[in-house]
C-alpha cells in the first residue's frame, strides 16, 4: 500500500514533459494562476501609466484629483465593478522655497527639503548658529538653554535592513525631534534625512508637532550634505547655517478612495480588500511609493477576475493621503467595518522589489488555509515568517479589530534609498520583481478567496 | 655556473621572512616608496580639506579665491618650496533660477540645471511645445521651420565605459546641440544629463555657442526626466514645456593656478609637472573633479619629498578654470613653456577609482625607462596600454609640443554618475582606491625623478 501511494504521487512527474520541474498536469488552479502572474504586464503598464500621466500626486492637491480619475478610467476600461471614489476632507500642507547654506565658517550651500507640517521661515530666511546632536536621546538632555534660538541638526546612522526596521528607530529625528527641538526654543531643526543612500536627494516624510506646540521650520538634509555638516562641526569652530523653507497650509481640500471590486459569486463568503496607496509625495513620481502597490493588487484582482469569478469578492482600495497621515484608511474603515463582512485584509506598500516573507493573522481555525498559501508561495521564494501581519498603514485598523490578514513583505534593502526624495521614479523598479510581486499576491488571492472552508476572525490582540 | 646563477638570484627569496611575496631586501627604492604609499593618509586629508572647508570652487569666483587661500596655505605648511599663484582673468558666467515643468499634457515638475554659458529665460521662465531628437544628427535633419520656437529635447544612451570614451561620443548633445538649435531658430534646447546614472541631480558642463550665433536658454534634464519626457512624448499628443533659466554673466575676474615645487638637486635634468585643478563646477564638493587629482599628485610629489631631494625638480600645478574652458593650463604653458626645462607632465583629473591602464608619450630613448616603469605599475594592477599618452586637458599643450607625458587612467565606470553633479562629494572616493592612485603616482615620480638617463622630447605628432 504504501509502496502503490509513493507510486501514485510519482505518477504526474513520470508523466511530465522531460523538464522535471514543470507543474504536473493536475496541477492546482491557484499555481499555474501564480506561475502565470510570472509574465505579467499589467502590472507595469499600470505603474508606467500613473507616474507618467499624473506623475507626483500629493495629497489633497490637484495632481491627486488626477491621479483619482486616472484611477477610475483605467480600473473601469479593465473591467473591475462598482468602480467609486470614496471621497473624504483634509488639510493641506505644501512645499515653498527651500534653501540651506552654511554662512561661516566655511560658506556653501547645503541640500535640504521641507519635512511634512514643517513651519515656515520668513521669505528671506532665518540665520543661526547650528549645534549637532547624535540623537533624539542627546538633544532631550541639553539643555534648553543650550538649544534657545539656534538650529538644531540631529544626526543618525540608519543603515539598509531587509525588513526595513531601521525606519522606526531611526526614523525618531523627524517624527520627535521638531516637537522636542520646538520646546527647547530653537529657531528651527534640519535632521539628516531618513534614508539609507549617498544621494544629494532629500528624504522628505510627515511628522506632526504635538498639540499646542509651536511649528518651526523643520528640513531634512540629504545624507551627504548632513555628513558635511557633521564634519565642518567637527572643527570645532562655530558654525551659522541660513535656513529658508517657506511651506504653507492652504486649507481644507478633497481627498478619497479609489475603490473597484470583483464580484465574488458567494456573498456569505465575505469580502477581501486588498489594495495600494494612490498619493505620493511631491518630489518624485511614487513609482515605489506607491504606484508599485497599487500596480500589483489590481494587477493580481485581475488576474483573479480574468480566470472566472471567484468565490469571495475581492475589492482593491487605492487609497488617498497615506503619506500625510492616512485619511483614506480611516475613512474606508469607518464606512464598511459596520457591514462585517471583510474577510481578510492585505496592502502592498513597500515598493516593488521581491518578496521575501509572508507573515499571517489568521484565527487558529485557518491553519490549513495558511499553510497551504505558505506552500504555493515557497516556488517564488518565499518564507513564512513568525510574527503576525499587521496589513500595513492603510489596512492596518482592520487586524487591530480582530479581521484575518496576510503581509507579502518586500525586500527593503535599497527601499530606503529612495523613499520619499525626487529619486522614487518608474527606473527604479526591476520589472522581473514586479511580477513576482504579481505572482504572489495572485496566489494568495486564488487561495482565499476560493477557499471553501470560511476565514474567521482572527481576534484581537 | 648557470646553477651559481640561479643560487645567487634566489639568495633573497631564501633569506627573506616567511611570507615570500616580500620585496626582497634589496628592492627598488622606488618600489619600497610605492608600497608604502598604499598606507598614505595625506591624499584623504587634503581632499576632506579642500571639499569641507572650502566646498564648491566655481572657476573666476570668491569660492576658488579661497580654494586658491587654502591650497597655499596647504602646501606651504606640508614644506613645498616656492608655493606661488600665478593670476589670470577670465569671464565668468553663474546659475540662477532653475525649473522645469511639462504644462501639457500631463503637468509635472522636472529637474534641470544650465549647461555653462546658458541663455536665460525671463524671470517668469517661457513656454513652448518641445520637440524630441534622438541625436544631434537627427536634430541637424529636422527642417528649421519644425524647430523654430520650440524648446528641443535630445536624448542619447551613454552607457559606462571602464576608459570614459563614451563622455567624447554622447557629450555631442551638450556640445553641439545649443548652437545648432539657436541656429535653427529653437526657443530653448534641454538635453538628456551627459551621465550614466539614474539620479534626479542633473549633470552640467561647459558648452559655448560658436562665434555670432544666439546663446540661448540651454538646460541638462536628470536621466530619469529625460526618461519620463521621453515617454511622455511617446504618447503621441503636443507636449508643451515651462522652463525658466536665469544664469548671468558677471564680467571679468580673476582665477589662477597654486603652484609648489619639491626642488631637484639637479638643474640641468629638467622639471617634471604633475597637478589637477583646484576650481569644481558649483553643485557638488568637486571631490572626484577635481579634488581627488589635487590630493593624489600632492600626495605623491610629498612622499617624494620626505624620502630625500629628487634628481628632478618635481612642480605641483593646481589648475584654476578647467571646468569652463581650461584658463589655467594655457596660462602655464605661455609662462613655462619658453624656459624649455620642462621634461615630462601628467595630470591626475578623472576621479579616485584605481589606475589601471599607463600610457606613454616617451622618445624612443627612453623605452627602457617605460619599461621600468610599467614594471613598477603592474604590483599595482595596472596594464600598460597602446595609446599615445595626452596628459590631460590642464597639461595637453605640453605633448602636443612634443613634451614626454604619463598618463595614469582611472577606472571610469562610475565616473559618470556624479560628474558635474550635485552628487560629486566626499563619500563617492574610496580611500582604498585613492590610496592605489597615490602610490602609481609616488612610483611615476620616483622612477623619473631619479631616472640617471635623460628624459627626452617625445617630438611632436
Known amino acids: 500500500m504504501k509502496k502503490l501511494l509513493l507510486a501514485a504521487a510519482a505518477l504526474p512527474l513520470l508523466l511530465s514533459p522531460a523538464n522535471a520541474l514543470q507543474p504536473p498536469p493536475q496541477a492546482d488552479p491557484a499555481a499555474t494562476l501564480r506561475d502565470q502572474a510570472l509574465s505579467d504586464n499589467l502590472a507595469w503598464d499600470i505603474l508606467e501609466g500613473l507616474t507618467t500621466e499624473v506623475g507626483p500626486r500629493q495629497a489633497g492637491t490637484e495632481a491627486e484629483a488626477r491621479a483619482r480619475d486616472w484611477a477610475v478610467a483605467r480600473l473601469t476600461a479593465l473591467g473591475f465593478s462598482n468602480v467609486r471614489v470614496e471621497p473624504f476632507d483634509m488639510p493641506v500642507w505644501v512645499r515653498g522655497e527651500e534653501r540651506a547654506e552654511i554662512s561661516a ?10 519635512l511634512g507640517n514643517s513651519g515656515a521661515t520668513p521669505a528671506r530666511g532665518i540665520e543661526a548658529e547650528v549645534i549637532g546632536f547624535n540623537s533624539v536621546a542627546e538633544l532631550e538632555a541639553a539643555p534648553d538653554s543650550a538649544v534657545r534660538g539656534k538650529i538644531v541638526f540631529i544626526n543618525h546612522a540608519m543603515a539598509p535592513t531587509q525588513d526595513g526596521s531601521g525606519y522606526g528607530q531611526f526614523g525618531a529625528p523627524r517624527r520627535q525631534g ?5 520646546r527647547k526654543g530653537a529657531a528651527a531643526i534640519v535632521v539628516r534625512s531618513i534614508g539609507t543612500d549617498f544621494h544629494r536627494n532629500p528624504h522628505t516624510g510627515n511628522q506632526s508637532f504635538a498639540e499646542g506646540v509651536r511649528p518651526i521650520p523643520a528640513g531634512a538634509l540629504t545624507v551627504p550634505d548632513a555628513e558635511q555638516l557633521e564634519r565642518i562641526l567637527s572643527r570645532g569652530q562655530p558654525v551659522r547655517m541660513r535656513l529658508t523653507l517657506t511651506p504653507r497650509n492652504t486649507g481644507t481640500h478633497q481627498s478619497g478612495n479609489v475603490v473597484a471590486e470583483v464580484p465574488g459569486s458567494d456573498p456569505d463568503a465575505g469580502v477581501i480588500v486588498i489594495g495600494g496607496h494612490l498619493d505620493s509625495w511631491d518630489m518624485g513620481t511614487g513609482a515605489i511609493d506607491n504606484a508599485a502597490g497599487v500596480a500589483i493588487t489590481t494587477a493580481a484582482a485581475h488576474r483573479i477576475m480574468q480566470a472566472g469569478q471567484p468565490r469571495r469578492t475581492i475589492r482593491v482600495v487605492l487609497f488617498g493621503a497615506e503619506e500625510v497621515g492616512g485619511g483614506g484608511g480611516p475613512t474606508h474603515f469607518r464606512l464598511h467595518h459596520p457591514e462585517n463582512n471583510v474577510v481578510l485584509v492585505g496592502e502592498s506598500d513597500f515598493g516593488a522589489d521581491r518578496v521575501w516573507r509572508v507573515e499571517f493573522n489568521f484565527g487558529p481555525g485557518n491553519a490549513a488555509l495558511s499553510d497551504r498559501i505558505t506552500a504555493l ?33 518586500q525586500d527593503g534593502t535599497r527601499y530606503f534609498d529612495y523613499h520619499h526624495t525626487p529619486d522614487d521614479t518608474l527606473d527604479k523598479v526591476d520589472p522581473v520583481q514586479l511580477r513576482q510581486n504579481v505572482a504572489a499576491w495572485t496566489a494568495v488571492l486564488a487561495a482565499t478567496a476560493n477557499a471553501p472552508e470560511a476565514i474567521e476572525p482572527a481576534g484581537t490582540r
Open 105 to 114: 565658517p566655511f560658506p556653501q550651500p547645503l541640500v535640504v527639503t521641507a
Open 178 to 182: 521638531p516637537t522636542i527641538a520646538s
Open 377 to 409: 508561495l515557497a516556488p517564488l521564494g518565499i518564507v513564512r515568517g513568525a510574527d503576525r501581519a499587521g496589513a500595513g498603514a492603510d489596512l492596518g485598523a482592520w487586524p487591530r479589530a480582530g479581521t484575518a490578514a496576510v503581509d507579502l513583505n
